[in-house]
């Protein structure tokens, strides 16, 4: 589990330098899939390898930042209550379809803890690169009726993590099956 553990931290730490374009985004909101070992190695392993993966995969992430480390500290909050949710649930009960209604909650549950991240933590805190009025405006380029604050949150912040847990959930699925031989140390 330990030697796995590290062996998917280090997977999600290369799958974040593969960042791709978020459409109606202003050009800094990128999406990569570095969650997906994360989600997978807490469905084989628990929350708590998952949230660990999570933390791992941040960590290392921290020499080469440009955010300060706001970046890494986000990230970490909303991935880790994803797979620690997902995780959670599925530890209960191993089916197919428990995964599946594991996934969607813990998507949910990354979409609001990323509306609260962005919200109190965030914004305030990429205040110190951008005054709040011009990130804002970044983001009603793209959605002309975000105005204010709770607009970011609630129009792009939210959906956009949402997507994303949907995203990753949905190659997890496809994937978890077909790896757990693997993961499990017998093959």
Do not use: W
Not at 38 to 56: D, M, Q, R
Not at 71 to 76: Q, Y
Not at 96 to 116: D, P
């Amino acid at each position: 589990m330990l030697t796995m553990t590290a062996v998917l931290s280090a997977i999600a730490f290369v799958l974040a330098f593969f960042e791709f374009p978020v459409p109606l985004s202003p050009f800094f909101a990128r999406m990569d899939l570095s969650d997906l070992p994360a989600l997978i190695g807490s469905f084989a392993y628990g929350p708590g390898a998952g949230v660990t993966i999570e933390l791992i995969k941040n960590a290392l992430q921290l020499p080469t930042t440009a955010t300060g480390g706001i970046g890494e500290l986000a990230n970490f909050l909303m991935g880790g209550a994803f797979v620690a949710i997902a995780g959670f649930i599925y530890k209960f009960h191993k089916t197919k379809r428990t995964a599946c209604i594991a996934c969607l909650i813990a998507s949910v549950g990354m979409g609001v803890t990323a509306a609260v991240v962005n919200y109190f933590i965030l914004l305030p805190a990429f205040e110190a690169f951008m005054p709040l009025d011009q990130l804002i405006a970044s983001f009603s380029e793209m959605i002309p009726f975000i105005k204010t604050k709770l607009d970011v949150v609630l129009f792009n912040a939210f959906p956009f993590n949402l997507l994303k847990g949907l995203a990753i959930s949905a190659v997890t699925m496809v994937l978890y099956k077909r790896l757990t031989p693997v993961l499990k140390g017998r093959q």
